[in-house]
């Protein structure tokens, strides 16, 4: 039988099918954090029963953590409390954390890969929703639940049902000025928030056979945007050379073993798909979200569509536009420019080239919040910290921030922000909070301008 | 677990639609390290206005609506995964949640949590807002046994989909964990297997 992608690492993981019922799957990888996993721990506790794997567990502080001042104590004593139950409970459980102020620590979703503790091939889970993340290595990567982070800790194993199958291809050469947070946006704006529901998505064509580890990041990031549970791509060239020599990868002889595996990863010819859908790279231009869930996108040139409906109207009223409008002069007091599916090296060196030189606007408070302490540190070091301070942009420490707001990094109410995150929901970014999704570069224009610009123009 | 047979109840309607697990309950709310007290903050921002006052015109503070079924809008629980909007919602009283869609992981959370989604569907969806919004003190019957939902008045009925070995948890009240444990066994001889690899 023709196997896609999916199939041929979801059935090697497969150790037994119930009749009738889900397959119990095996899990390689399990990433935690301070906020889905102490329920989880208490969960073993009052079964009396212990951690099965340590080893395969890794642990990260990143939802709830500040990103001013990470050497002092925490201020806000729930969030305190909260990191001290992690220390304490992966202490307990001999599972290896990379705590704050630990020089691989960040948002889970941008220091596993980048420390080649993702790698092809796997099956990886974490409780929280964009775990898809990993799937731009050719993984299967989910978000599960507490309850099934505590299942994963007693057996290593999650009792699931086999997704189905769906292909979004791309095919054609990228316009100017547009990047895979545009190309992830269109696709969700034409698919819609629950095309996805039940499907496990693979990308595929030359738009993401051309692109970095970190777009392709970017792209399967956001897959749970449009329902489904993880989004990948087929391991090539591009994947191994991300991998090969980093940290937890494997090295020398095992290495070379790993890739002649890896390379069989890929989707039969003719394997057969629930659902495909086929896009032209030449019909996508920037993109920016209008409403409250990711699928409410335009082009950044467009205009809000009329006759949306109740739903509509609703989203309309709370981010104070109108059917018909075009965003464009919107002014704009607050960009932000981080979150696990914005926050990698290449994010901010392609907002730093269009920053350098240009000055922010005055109205506008430009947050830039590094996903790792590694992309801090290599900000630094690459002197794109000297361009975003000088052109009055505020560096911070890495974390999730204003993605979900639950540290300080709040936007006030009723204000816009451009945003590089995932999901524009009311009151996501902070109560009352209006924010407006984009790519890095449309957000550096932002903060430049003041307001939204169709930025194309000026580019070279 | 708490085992679900049948439910026979009042319901509350909540007809918007795509309502995101950050409306069930904003991630200021995470911040606890139990699963206590999240019924309080269940929809928190909508239930009260900006000045901390119950919003009138939401339908959780609407005195006519009471009762453990929930019926929301199309595509219910979409977003985070965060399985405190379960436990908000069987914190506050809930054991049901209608709607004509619902997110994959939510879905699957509520189940975990003894919280049973029902999809109907959006035809049905609609009658039942109808009949909550003429007949705020009907009642509805949820069956799991037969799969089925129905509007006592009327006795018009819809056949719902649950998987198998989920409904079996359900009516036992058995989790997934009791069972993982159980295959110990074969989980350790794929282990072995995948070593020599
Ligand atoms: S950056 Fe945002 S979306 Fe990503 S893990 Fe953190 S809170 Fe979740």
Redesign the pocket.
């Given at each position: 039988m023709k196997k896609t992608l999916f199939d041929k690492i979801w059935d090697s993981h497969v150790v037994e099918s119930i009749p009738n019922g889900p397959d119990v799957l095996y899990i390689d990888k399990h990433l935690i954090h301070e906020v889905t996993s102490p329920q989880a721990f208490n969960e073993l506790k009052e079964r009396g029963i212990s951690v099965y794997r340590p080893d395969k567990i890794v642990a990260t502080a990143?939802?709830n953590t500040p990103t001013l001042n990470q050497h002092l104590p925490i201020k806000d004593l729930l969030s305190r409390k909260q990191l001290s139950e992690l220390t304490q409970n992966c202490e307990e459980n001999n599972i290896q954390l990379y705590g704050l102020g630990h020089p691989y620590n960040g948002?889970?979703?941008v220091m596993a890969p980048e420390l080649g503790i993702t790698q092809p091939g796997m099956t990886i889970v974490c409780g929280?929703?964009?775990t898809s993340t990993h799937g731009a290595f050719g993984t299967i990567a989910f978000g599960i639940g507490t309850s099934q982070v505590a299942q994963v800790f007693a057996s290593q194993c999650l009792l699931v049902e086999k997704p189905k199958k769906m292909r979004v291809n791309v095919n054609g050469k990228l316009k100017k000025g547009v990047l895979p947070k545009d190309v992830i946006l269109y696709i969700i704006s034409k698919l819609g928030t629950n095309s996805g529901t039940g499907y496990f998505c693979e990308y595929a064509g030359d738009v993401f056979e051309n692109m970095s580890m970190e777009g392709r990041m970017t792209v399967c990031n956001m897959s749970i945007e449009m329902g489904a549970r993880g989004g990948l791509i087929a391991p090539d060239d591009t994947t191994f050379n991300y991998v090969e020599g980093k940290e937890f990868a494997p090295k020398g002889e095992e290495f070379e073993k790993r890739k002649a595996y890896w390379k069989t990863l890929k989707t039969d010819e003719n394997a057969v798909f629930d659902k495909e859908v086929s896009f032209e790279a030449e019909d996508i231009e920037p993109m920016v979200t209008y409403g409250t869930n990711p699928g409410m996108g335009i082009k950044l040139t467009g205009s809000i569509p009329t006759g949306a409906g109740k739903s509509a109207d609703k989203a309309l009223e709370y981010m104070g536009f109108v059917q018909g409008e075009s965003l464009l002069d919107k002014p704009v007091n607050w960009i932000f420019i981080?979150?696990?599916?914005n926050?990698r090296i290449e994010d901010f060196r392609v907002a730093a080239s269009y920053i350098k030189g240009k000055q922010k606007a005055a109205n506008v408070n430009a947050l830039i919040v590094p996903g790792s302490r590694q992309v801090a540190d290599q900000i630094k070091a690459e002197g794109l910290q000297e361009i975003f301070e000088n052109a009055g942009f505020t560096l911070r420490q890495p974390g999730?921030?204003a993605?979900?707001a639950m540290n300080d990094d709040k936007i006030p109410a009723g204000e816009y922000c451009v945003s590089t995150?995932?999901?524009n929901f009311e009151g996501r970014q902070g109560q009352g909070a209006r924010t407006i999704l984009a790519s890095p570069l449309t957000a550096a224009a932002t903060a430049v301008a003041g307001k939204l610009v169709d930025f194309t123009k000026s580019l070279n | 677990m708490e085992k679900f047979i049948k439910l026979t109840a009042t319901a509350v309607p909540l007809e918007t639609e795509n309502i995101d697990t950050d409306q069930i309950i904003p991630a200021r709310f995470l911040k606890a390290t139990d699963k206590a007290g999240f019924g309080e903050n269940l929809f928190r921002d909508w239930r009260y206005t900006k000045d901390e006052n119950l919003n009138p015109d939401f339908s959780l503070n609407n005195p006519s609506y009471a009762g453990p079924i929930l019926v929301a809008g199309d595509n219910f629980g979409c977003g985070?995964s965060r399985e405190h909007a379960a436990w908000a919602l069987k914190a506050y009283g809930f054991k049901v949640v209608v709607s004509s869609y619902f997110a994959d992981i939510f879905k699957g959370n509520a189940l975990n949590n003894g919280l049973l989604p029902v999809q109907v569907s959006p035809e049905f969806l609609e009658k039942l807002f109808d009949y909550l919004n003429s007949q705020p003190s009907g009642e509805i019957i949820v069956d799991l046994e037969n799969q089925q939902i129905s509007i006592k008045d009327s006795g018009e009925a819809e056949n719902f989909e649950i998987d198998p070995y989920k409904k079996t948890c359900m009516l036992n009240g058995y989790d997934d964990i009791d069972f993982l444990l159980s295959r110990r066994n074969a989980i350790k001889k794929y282990e072995d297997k995948q070593l020599q690899i």
């Open positions: 990143d939802h948002i889970v979703h929280d929703s964009h981080g979150s696990c599916t926050s999730c921030s993605c979900l995150s995932n999901r | 985070s």
